[in-house]
C-alpha cells in the first residue's frame, strides 16, 4: 500500500502558520500608524486576510493523521519555506512604484533567509511600517518558520524533532535540555536577550529608536539589511563597534551562549568549532587589517592605522557571521574581495544566526583530508577523524562530504546561469557566492563594479531566490521537494 505525503496535517500546519502571521502583521501596522501612513492599511488586511483563511485551513484538516514521519518533516520544511515568503511579499506589492510581483518575492524571500538582497536603492522614500517589515522578517527568518511552528503546535509531541533535525542541523543529537520544546524555549531566549542587549547598547549610542530596533533586527539575525541612505557610514565607529560585537556573538552556537551563562562554562572552550571560530576571525582580520593599511602606503598616521584595524575587522566578523553589513559603500580591491568571499563558505558555528557551509563542517572536512594524507603515507596505521575528542564515523563524514559537493556545484552552477543572464562572470561567481550564503548585501561591494541588484533581470532574480533558499536551509531537505520518492513511497 503506498504512504503517501500527509498533506492534510501540511495544510493544518499551514494554518497555524497563517495565523501566526496574522499576529505578526499587526506590529508593522502599528508602526504605519504611528507615523500616520497609509501602508499601516495594508498590513491589517494582510493581517484579517491571513486569519480567516488559516482559520479555513485548521478547520478543513482537523481531521488529520497526527503522525509526522521523518519524510513528512523534509517536505513540510521545504514547503513551508516556499509558501510562506510569498505570504511574507504581500506588503511589498503596495509599493507599486518601485516593485513588481517578482522585485515583491525577491524582497520577501531575501529577508526571511536572512540574505540581505535588496531592490531598494532610496530608502527615504520607503514607508517606515515597510522597512520594518523587512527588518522584522529577517529577525523571523533567523530562528526558522519551524521553531514558531513547534511553540504553537503541541500536538506534534514526540514527532517535532523530525522538523528541528531537518532545520537545525548538529552532529550531536544530544540537546541543551531534555525535551525538544524546552530546548526551543531556551534558543529563543536567548535570542532574545542578545537582541535587547543589542538594542540597549545601540539606544545608549544615540541612535534613534526606529534605526536601533531595525538595525538589532538585522544584525542579531546576520541578515544585513540597511534602513538609511548611506548606510552605517553615517553613524560613529562606536555604532559600527557595537553591531560588530553583535555580529561575532550571533555566530556563535546558541548551545555555547547557554554554556557561558550557566555553570557549564568550560564547555565552550572545549569545542572545537568555537576554537575554528575564534581563530578564523582573529587571523583573518589581522591579515585584511595589513592588507588595508599597506593600502594606504604604510603611513604613521594614528587615525590611518585605526581605520585599517576597524575596517578589517568589521569586514571578516561580517563575512563569517554572514551579516553582510558594508563598512563603506565601495568596491572592495580584488584582494579583499577574493579573501571575503572565502571567509563566506564556512559561516560561523552550528545551531548559530549565521549560515554558510559552517565551521563544523569545514572543520571535520579539513581534518579528514590529513588523516587520509597520513593513512596514504601510514597506510597501515589506524588513524580516526575526531570532533571535540569523539570519532566521527566515516558515515557522518560521506554526509558532510555530500552537501560540501552539493554545495559548491550549485553555486557553480548558479554563477553559470547568472553568467548566461547577462551578467559578466568574475560579478556573477561573487553574487553568487554572496547569496548561496546569505550574505547578499555585501555582493555589491565584491563585484568588480559595484554590482546593483536592480540591474539584473527577473530570471537572475529567480536563480537568486533559488540560491537564497538553498543556502539558508538544509540542501537535503530542499531537494527533497524535487524527490519523487519522497512524495510517494511503496
Given at each position: 500500500m503506498a504512504q503517501r505525503f500527509n498533506y492534510k496535517l501540511f495544510l493544518y500546519i499551514m494554518g497555524t502558520m497563517l495565523i501566526f502571521f496574522s499576529v505578526v502583521f499587526i506590529a508593522p501596522a502599528v508602526v504605519g500608524f504611528v507615523y500616520l501612513e497609509v501602508t499601516s492599511w495594508v498590513f491589517v488586511y494582510c493581517s484579517v486576510s491571513c486569519f480567516l483563511v488559516g482559520i479555513l485551513l485548521k478547520?478543513?484538516?482537523?481531521?488529520?493523521?497526527?503522525?509526522?514521519?521523518?519524510?513528512?518533516?523534509?517536505?513540510?520544511?521545504?514547503?513551508?519555506?516556499?509558501?510562506?515568503?510569498?505570504?511574507?511579499?504581500?506588503?511589498?506589492?503596495?509599493?507599486?512604484?518601485?516593485?513588481?510581483?517578482?522585485?515583491?518575492?525577491?524582497?520577501?524571500?531575501?529577508?526571511?533567509?536572512?540574505?540581505?538582497?535588496?531592490?531598494?536603492?532610496?530608502?527615504?522614500?520607503?514607508?517606515?511600517?515597510?522597512?520594518?517589515?523587512?527588518?522584522?522578517?529577517?529577525?523571523?527568518?533567523?530562528?526558522?518558520?519551524?521553531?514558531?511552528?513547534i511553540s504553537l503546535m503541541p500536538s506534534l509531541r514526540n514527532d517535532?524533532?523530525?522538523?528541528?533535525d531537518s532545520e537545525l542541523y548538529s552532529i550531536n543529537a544530544n540537546k541543551v535540555k531534555p525535551h525538544l520544546r524546552a530546548t526551543i524555549y531556551m534558543i529563543f531566549i536567548i535570542y532574545l536577550l542578545i537582541s535587547v542587549i543589542c538594542l540597549t547598547a545601540l539606544l545608549i549610542a544615540k541612535m534613534d529608536v526606529f534605526n536601533a530596533i531595525c538595525y538589532t533586527f538585522s544584525t542579531v539575525s546576520t541578515g544585513g539589511f540597511m534602513f538609511n541612505d548611506g548606510g552605517l557610514a553615517v553613524f560613529p565607529h562606536y555604532v559600527r563597534a557595537i553591531l560588530m560585537i553583535t555580529m561575532f556573538i550571533s555566530g556563535i552556537s546558541y548551545y555555547l551562549i547557554y554554556y557561558l551563562i550557566t555553570s557549564k562554562r568550560r564547555n565552550i572552550f572545549r569545542d572545537d568549532q568555537v576554537k575554528v571560530y575564534f581563530k578564523v576571525v582573529i587571523y583573518a582580520s589581522i591579515i585584511l587589517s595589513l592588507y588595508f593599511y599597506f593600502k594606504?602606503?604604510?603611513?604613521?598616521?594614528?587615525?590611518?592605522?585605526?581605520?585599517?584595524?576597524?575596517?578589517?575587522?568589521?569586514?571578516?566578523?561580517?563575512?563569517?557571521?554572514?551579516?553582510?553589513?558594508?563598512?563603506?559603500?565601495?568596491?572592495?580591491?580584488?584582494?579583499?574581495?577574493?579573501?571575503?568571499?572565502?571567509?563566506?563558505?564556512?559561516?560561523?558555528?552550528?545551531?548559530?544566526?549565521?549560515?554558510?557551509?559552517?565551521?563544523?563542517?569545514?572543520?571535520?572536512?579539513?581534518?579528514?583530508t590529513t588523516a587520509a594524507i597520513k593513512r596514504l603515507i601510514f597506510p597501515h596505521a589506524i588513524i580516526s577523524v575526531r570532533y571535540n575528542n569523539v570519532a566521527i564515523k566515516d558515515d557522518s563524514v560521506n554526509i558532510i562530504f555530500g552537501f560540501f559537493f552539493l554545495y559548491l556545484l550549485i553555486c557553480?552552477?548558479?554563477?553559470?546561469?547568472?553568467?548566461?543572464?547577462g551578467i559578466n562572470f568574475d560579478d556573477g561567481v561573487m553574487i553568487a557566492a554572496a547569496n548561496i550564503n546569505n550574505v547578499g548585501s555585501l555582493g555589491e561591494e565584491i563585484s568588480s563594479t559595484f554590482f546593483s541588484y536592480v540591474a539584473i533581470n527577473n530570471p537572475a532574480k529567480v536563480i537568486l531566490i533559488i540560491l537564497?533558499?538553498?543556502?539558508?536551509?538544509?540542501i537535503y531537505s530542499f531537494f527533497a521537494l524535487f524527490s519523487r520518492s519522497m512524495w510517494s513511497r511503496r
Open positions: 478547520a478543513c484538516n482537523s481531521q488529520r493523521k497526527p503522525f509526522l514521519s521523518k519524510r513528512d518533516g523534509k517536505l513540510t520544511i521545504g514547503l513551508v519555506w516556499l509558501l510562506l515568503p510569498l505570504v511574507g511579499a504581500l506588503p511589498y506589492t503596495f509599493l507599486t512604484s518601485q516593485f513588481s510581483v517578482l522585485d515583491s518575492i525577491f524582497e520577501s524571500f531575501s529577508g526571511f533567509t536572512t540574505t540581505g538582497s535588496t531592490l531598494l536603492t532610496c530608502y527615504s522614500n520607503v514607508p517606515k511600517s515597510i522597512l520594518f517589515w523587512r527588518a522584522l522578517t529577517q529577525w523571523i527568518g533567523c530562528l526558522g518558520f519551524i521553531f514558531f511552528l517535532a524533532h523530525n522538523f528541528f594606504t602606503g604604510f603611513s604613521s598616521n594614528i587615525h590611518t592605522i585605526i581605520t585599517s584595524i576597524n575596517k578589517g575587522f568589521f569586514y571578516v566578523v561580517s563575512a563569517v557571521s554572514t551579516t553582510g553589513f558594508s563598512y563603506s559603500s565601495q568596491v572592495l580591491p580584488l584582494f579583499a574581495a577574493v579573501f571575503i568571499v572565502f571567509l563566506m563558505f564556512p559561516g560561523g558555528c552550528t545551531a548559530s544566526s549565521a549560515t554558510g557551509l559552517k565551521i563544523m563542517r569545514v572543520t571535520i572536512l579539513s581534518r579528514y557553480i552552477l548558479g554563477a553559470s546561469l547568472l553568467t548566461i543572464c537564497m533558499i538553498t543556502g539558508k536551509l538544509e
